[in-house]
């Protein structure tokens, strides 16, 4: 079956950087946008950043613009996040997420993503 695994949540001083790692199995999503959402305690699953499956397109929520850099691996069935500039605003659970078909574009809303992850958690000190 399909799993997305991701991997490289922590705790940072604000300030510092986290690269987060998606390993996708089951299936290839080459052709597939990911993304990464995230939800913190009381609020909504919010969109961060995604990409498009041949990684031309990516977009970003406004508070990470200039912080945030998501890329993705194809050979490697694998997206990842770059999180520089971390502040305690960003601590939430951090979730991968993958459509299960191909979409022109990088939608934001969490109800055009089928497969998701278990998330990692990502607590920035300040």
Request: charged content about 15%.
């Amino acid at each position: 079956q399909v799993q997305l695994v991701e991997s490289g949540g922590g705790l940072v001083q604000a300030g510092g950087s986290l690269r987060l790692s998606c390993a996708a199995s089951g299936r290839t999503f080459s052709s597939n946008t990911m993304a990464w959402f995230r939800q913190s305690p009381g609020k909504e699953r919010e969109f961060v950043a995604g990409i498009s499956g041949s990684g031309s397109s990516a977009d970003y929520v406004d508070s990470v613009k200039g912080r945030f850099t998501i890329s993705r691996d194809n050979a490697k069935n694998t997206v990842y996040l770059q999180m520089n500039s971390l502040n305690p605003e960003d601590t939430a659970v951090y979730y991968c997420t993958a459509r299960a078909v191909s979409l022109t574009g990088v939608p934001s809303s969490k109800y055009n993503y089928d497969y998701w992850g278990q998330g990692t958690q990502v607590t920035v000190s300040s």
